[in-house]
């Protein structure tokens, strides 16, 4: 019998050669006891666990890549006003109509216990918080509230769930409105939605900081006057009156969050961006009568925005 051998019993056995064409090996008999069924289930809950974290994940980076084409455009703003000019104000909405669709897919997967379950899938609301309270400042500048911009996320998104682009246009314009100008339109209560936590919230602005500094950097918005601190009460506010506010209200209060390492070391990029403002806001006082009249300073200067030590 080719492939085979006998034992000390004369049985044919098998060695470890290929097996004969036609022959099948025969499938293992399934044990199965009052615990099986459990295993199963067990088996099939942590299957849907991973597809949807990576379901989650792959949407968080779609709205994290939207969100910093979001401050991107709204870097090329000049000046803080009532209104963004139409092109950026048109490239905010387009990228937010998409954001408002991934959440509409990431809303019904974060419910109940799952909202903290999967607290590191949904890293992107700080980048999304980030860019709707920088998007606000410009506009109004003061900071949007926890309340109101949970309120704007959740209408982003219920009306992404197969509603009109029209709809979510609006919405995304009413995203640096203040409270009283916002209208309030009429929503599915049973449409699934996604909400902000405090951490979110703070990590969020705390990330603002670095697109102030930026932001104070490339207009120079600070004027001899301004940056020295010498402002009336009628005087406009300036940047660097912002981050030493908010600064300071990082420096008092406690720490948040589980994650200590993150909450020190955002901490400490954000007194990095108030000293880089106040050193730009200082070069202006005491040299700003050596340079010309709508001098931008140099980016490609390190020594401009100070060291980061």
């Not at 600064?247 to 108030?274: A, C, I």
Request: charged share 30%; glycine share 6%.
């Amino acid at each position: 019998m080719s492939g085979f051998k006998r034992d000390h019993q004369g049985n044919a056995k098998r060695h470890n050669g290929p097996r004969p064409s036609g022959s099948a090996k025969p499938a293992a008999p399934v044990v199965r006891n009052s615990y099986t069924p459990m295993f199963e289930q067990l088996r099939d809950e942590l299957e849907a666990h991973h597809d949807r974290r990576d379901r989650l994940g792959k949407a968080s980076r779609d709205v994290t890549a939207l969100s910093k084409k979001i401050i991107f455009s709204l870097q090329r703003v000049r000046k803080i006003d009532e209104s963004l000019p139409q092109d950026i104000q048109k490239e905010i909405d387009s990228r937010l109509t998409e954001i408002s669709k991934l959440l509409a897919t990431m809303a019904p997967e974060v419910q109940g216990i799952n909202r903290y379950r999967y607290t590191r899938s949904l890293v992107c609301l700080e980048e999304l918080v980030e860019a709707l309270t920088f998007a606000h400042y410009l506009k109004t500048q003061t900071l949007i509230s926890h309340d109101d911009l949970t309120s704007i996320i959740e209408d982003l998104a219920r009306k992404g769930v197969a509603a009109p682009e029209d709809a979510v246009m609006a919405d995304a314009n009413a995203v640096t409105q203040t409270p009283d100008e916002q209208p309030r339109q009429p929503v599915q209560a049973e449409a699934p939605t996604i909400d902000i936590t405090e951490e979110d919230y703070l990590y969020g602005v705390f990330d603002l900081t670095g697109e102030m500094m930026r932001f104070a950097t490339t207009t120079s918005a600070l004027t001899s006057k301004m940056a020295s601190g010498e402002t009336g009460d009628d005087e406009p506010r300036t940047i660097v009156q912002d981050m030493h506010d908010l600064g300071s209200f990082f420096e008092m209060l406690p720490q948040r969050g589980g994650n200590k390492m993150t909450w020190e070391k955002k901490l400490e990029v954000t007194r990095q961006s108030v000293q880089k403002v106040e050193k730009l806001g200082y070069d202006c006082v005491v040299r700003g009568s050596e340079r010309p009249k709508g001098w931008i300073p140099d980016l490609s200067s390190v020594d401009q925005l100070g060291s980061p030590e």
